[in-house]
């Protein structure tokens, strides 16, 4: 069994195919790039809508689980969103991503699953922690205010799959990405994350023919962008290699500027006006880097360019809608 870092072998595979995957959270960003990914490499996957299971509702998601016996359970689903969602609702983002987490980690381990990822995200990491962000630097600092009730909401999720592998010896683990985009993307300007929202927003002044756009901040806060699909990726090599304690970050291990990717964006976009920047709109994190070295020890690395992946995104948004 591997128990850190360690590059995989066909000897320490812990979930080969076929083996069948619960992905919770399936129509999300994420849980629709790791059923894509586990489908194509050949895993049963298995899916509820929201409809069909309310994942924050604790008895349903056991009843479930029990019933449908997965060997491993992804669990993508949360309440996620930009800076303006997680300054208006922090509530929701609290309340309902732990519900959601408590109901599947306890579900999982009540039905015997054997393996579970948890996905958290960067924020989870004090605002001033040394760059590149070690997963060592979870809870030495204080948190990001804006998006305070989803980072403790995320840790919490990592504390409970700790605990499970602590009092019970479960082969649970947890990863932490980074900022991502991809195919299927939130482009609601008030509750999207930066890149779709620049996305849309130069789109639409390129087609009304605007002079100007104006973004938030000062444009100097450093964000690193990993494709949804290159996180796909990792996670079925965490679910396959590795069962450490620690969380594992994921992310590309580069950054840019929001103005640097405000320009890119607009390049993609084909948008020429002016960007100006609204100073009275809060920055968040002055840098999130993420130290990747224990993922890429894992024999993993990002495939997708940022340009060439924005590019995409833009042209599926575009042309559906």
């Not at 789109?203 to 000062?218: D, F, I, M, N, Y």
């Amino acid at each position: 069994m591997t128990t850190d870092a360690t590059a995989p072998t066909a000897e320490n595979d812990l979930l080969p195919p076929p083996a069948s995957v619960f992905v919770a959270g399936h129509r999300g960003l994420v849980g629709s790039a790791v059923t894509r990914r586990l489908t194509a490499d050949g895993y049963d996957v298995l899916t509820r809508t929201r409809a069909e299971l309310d994942l924050r509702d604790a008895a349903a998601t056991a009843a479930y689980l029990a019933a449908a016996r997965p060997d491993a359970v992804v669990l993508a689903a949360a309440k996620v969103g930009g800076i303006m969602a997680n300054s208006t609702y922090p509530v929701q983002f609290l309340e309902d991503n732990l519900r959601i987490q408590l109901s599947v980690i306890a579900g999982a381990h009540a039905a015997g699953v054997r393996r579970l990822l948890f996905l958290g995200s960067s924020c989870i990491y004090p605002k001033l922690a040394e760059q590149p962000i070690r997963e060592e630097s979870l809870l030495t600092g204080e948190l990001e205010p804006t998006n305070e009730p989803y980072a403790l909401a995320k840790i919490a999720g990592i504390v409970q799959v700790q605990s499970y592998r602590r009092q019970f010896g479960a082969s649970y683990v947890s990863a932490m990405p980074t900022n991502l985009y991809g195919p299927g993307d939130n482009f609601d300007l008030e509750t999207s994350h930066v890149l779709p929202a620049l996305i849309r927003r130069f789109h639409e002044a390129k087609e009304a023919g605007a002079p100007e756009v104006t973004l938030w901040g000062s444009g100097t806060p450093r964000r690193e962008f990993l494709h949804v699909d290159d996180l796909a990726s990792a996670c079925e090599v965490l679910l396959r290699h590795y069962d450490g304690d620690g969380p594992v970050n994921v992310g590309c291990g580069d950054d840019l500027t929001i103005r640097e990717l405000a320009e890119t964006v607009a390049g993609v976009v084909g948008y020429d006006g002016e960007l100006a920047w609204d100073m009275s709109k809060p920055d968040g994190t002055p840098r999130k880097l993420l130290d990747v070295s224990r993922m890429t020890a894992l024999g993993w690395k990002p495939q997708i360019p940022l340009r060439e992946g924005i590019a995409a995104v833009y042209e599926e948004w575009r042309t559906k809608g």
